[in-house]
């Protein structure tokens, strides 16, 4: 248990449902983080927010849309995904952008 | 654009072996050094790391890693394995700023 949490664990949708998912950490960091695992490949960055202002958006399609209503939560909204984005989404934060990103256990996510 | 390069996809080796595990990146600056492990079915976790100091670096669970600055290097060893430590191991480099770049990967198979 690292402290940063994510729901659901496991998601299947269609290309046109829309869905969400959500990131909390209870470590009081000031940063968190989206990243894409996709097999055989390095993790990608997508987002990262501080002070829940988003600082980089990593070419990230618009279908994918994050949240950051507070420090503790993070929330990436997806609609009109296409199965190329199936994948696992981890979540992270750090208490600053110099200190250690510690991660949640993801979210695997198949698109249909 | 910075990259990480692990030099192996997957190894293979039998309890008590020893392990070493390749890792280059390009950037030219100054670089903060991390190596994550992910056990099956766990979510990332950090091994160590190194910001400064003493090049040679221990972690958790008997690992350390070795910087090599003129080499651009980050090899991380383990004396003696035991089967607990199957898993996937990521090398992970960030400059002065929030990117944290990682590797490919590489399975760890111990065999008992």
């Known amino acids: 248990e690292t402290g940063v949490t994510q729901t659901p664990r496991h998601l299947v949708m269609g290309m046109t449902n829309k869905k969400s998912l959500k990131c909390e950490q209870h470590?009081?960091?000031?940063?968190m983080y989206w990243y894409k695992q996709s097999a055989k490949k390095p993790l990608e960055l997508m987002f990262v927010?501080?002070?829940?202002?988003?600082?980089e958006n990593n070419s990230v399609p618009s279908r994918f849309s994050p949240e950051c209503p507070n420090s503790s939560h993070l929330f990436l909204h997806l609609h009109t995904l296409q199965p190329e984005d199936s994948a696992l989404y981890l979540c992270?934060?750090?208490?600053?952008?110099?200190?250690?990103?510690?991660f949640g256990p993801g979210t695997r996510l198949t698109v249909l | 654009a910075q990259s990480v390069s692990q030099h192996n996809h997957h190894v293979i080796l039998s309890e008590a072996a020893s392990l070493e595990l390749g890792c280059n990146y390009s950037?030219?600056?100054?670089?903060?050094l991390f190596w994550y492990v992910q056990y099956p079915g766990q979510h990332l976790q950090l091994l160590l790391k190194?910001?400064?100091?003493?090049?040679l670096v221990k972690g958790i669970k008997g690992f350390e890693a070795e910087f090599i600055k003129s080499k651009f290097s980050f090899n991380l060893r383990k004396p003696s394995v035991q089967w607990s430590d199957t898993a996937e191991y990521f090398c992970?480099?960030?400059?002065?700023?929030?990117?944290?770049?990682f590797g490919a990967g590489t399975t760890v198979t111990v065999r008992a």
């Open positions: 992270a934060s750090s208490q600053d952008f110099v200190a250690q990103q510690f």
């Open positions: 470590l009081g960091h000031n940063a």
């Open positions: 927010y501080s002070l829940e202002e988003r600082v």
């Open positions: 950037y030219g600056g100054t670089v903060n």
């Open positions: 190194y910001f400064s100091g003493d090049p």
């Open positions: 992970a480099v960030k400059p002065n700023d929030y990117k944290l770049s």
